[in-house]
């Protein structure tokens, strides 16, 4: 089975433009997390969509967007970056049936840098 | 709230050597706990998680047991290879109801180096 792909793997921005990162779940994962790593404050939850819905969401101002497809595909967009937006974002997937439980299969990341 | 307190690293240590890392939460109620590895340029993995309280997951040569009394899930390994050398996280997920909005906690990683 492939596993869970992102695109682009590495991106570089200026302050005050838009991006928008993409992110392809296993087969048959209904569930696409995603997730924001910087040095400074670890891991930290975005939002979950399942089934073209957001499900979840973490304490992220508006700038940060996100939607799913019917193939569960998902994209995640962040408008007017900042510098501090600068960050690896994983995304991950799971069969999405049993909320956090689940197991999350994680991609190997878009790293954005905002210059 | 619920959250996750992991040991701080770096921990360096010669090959062969044992291994432990911790992690203990705070939580209402019993839910999984999980660690994951992060490989230097990659994403997460899973390494092992555990469902319920006394529960002992493992893969990889790496244990750890959900400790209800001491609201521990530390991660142990009896031989570290060079290869392991990486970021470990300990992970609480919260069940969907609550706070409305769900959130995920990760510890801070802890990050291994294993020498030869």
């Known amino acids: 089975k492939a596993g869970v792909t992102q695109t682009p793997r590495y991106l570089i921005k200026t302050r005050g433009q838009q991006v928008t990162l993409s992110c392809s779940p296993i087969?048959?994962?209904?569930?696409v997390s995603w997730y924001q790593q910087t040095p400074g404050q670890g891991l930290q939850f975005l939002f979950e969509?399942?089934?073209?819905?957001?499900?979840n969401k973490g304490n992220f101002p508006g700038r940060f967007s996100g939607r799913q497809f019917s193939n569960s595909r998902s994209e995640m967009n962040v408008s007017t970056l900042e510098l501090g937006d600068s960050a690896l974002y994983l995304c991950a997937s799971s069969t999405g049936l049993a909320g956090f439980t689940d197991t999350q299969y994680f991609g190997p990341g878009t790293r954005l840098t905002v210059l | 709230g619920n959250s996750v307190t992991q040991m701080e690293g770096p921990v360096t240590l010669s090959e062969e050597a044992f291994l432990t890392i911790n992690c203990t939460y705070t939580a209402t109620g019993y839910p999984s706990l999980f660690w994951y590895v992060q490989y230097p340029g990659e994403g997460l993995q899973l390494l092992l998680k555990?469902?319920?309280?006394?529960d002992k997951g493992s893969n990889k040569g790496f244990e750890a047991t959900y400790r209800k009394e001491t609201t521990s899930f530390h991660l142990e390994k009896g031989s570290v290879q060079v290869s392991d050398s990486a970021v470990y996280f300990c992970a609480l997920p919260l069940p969907y109801y609550s706070g409305g909005y769900q959130k995920v906690t990760f510890g801070t990683g802890t990050k291994l180096q294993v020498i030869p």
């Open positions: 555990a469902t319920k309280a006394d």
């Open positions: 969509y399942f089934s073209e819905t957001q499900r």
């Open positions: 087969s048959g994962h209904r569930s």
